[in-house]
């Protein structure tokens, strides 16, 4: 009933920037908190960036300074700014919200997943 679609991944050079956005549909009543995570190969899914719905945001230290977690709550969106870019910031990036449905459940809700690829 909900869904999350995820866009803007690719492989950019090191020092590049990259902007991912994440459109969630369906019976929505409320988005509370938003979020990106990555699982670079062979490792664990991290958090990377979170936002509440009042637009307060906190970042993995390893990107502070680099990307900007944004959300534009009227479309539903969350977006991922990524500049200068590393090629440790490698993987596959995943949004998450956390939805309030029209149903007045409360649930979890991953994307599908974009694929970032920092090389030369």
């Known amino acids: 009933q909900v869904q999350l679609v995820e866009s803007g991944g690719g492989l950019v050079q090191p020092g590049g920037s990259l902007t991912l956005s994440c459109a969630a549909s369906?019976?929505?009543?409320?988005?509370?908190?938003m979020g990106w995570y990555r699982q670079a190969p062979g490792k664990q899914r991290e958090s990377v960036a979170t936002i509440t719905r009042g637009g307060s945001a906190n970042y993995a230290d390893s990107v502070k300074g680099r990307f900007t977690i944004s959300r534009d709550n009227a479309k539903n969106t969350v977006y991922l700014q990524m500049n200068n870019l590393k090629p440790e910031d490698t993987g596959d990036y995943y949004c998450n919200m956390f939805i309030t449905t029209q149903t007045g459940g409360h649930y979890t809700y991953w994307g599908q997943g974009t694929q970032v690829t920092v090389s030369s």
């Open positions: 369906g019976s929505i009543f409320r988005i509370n908190a």
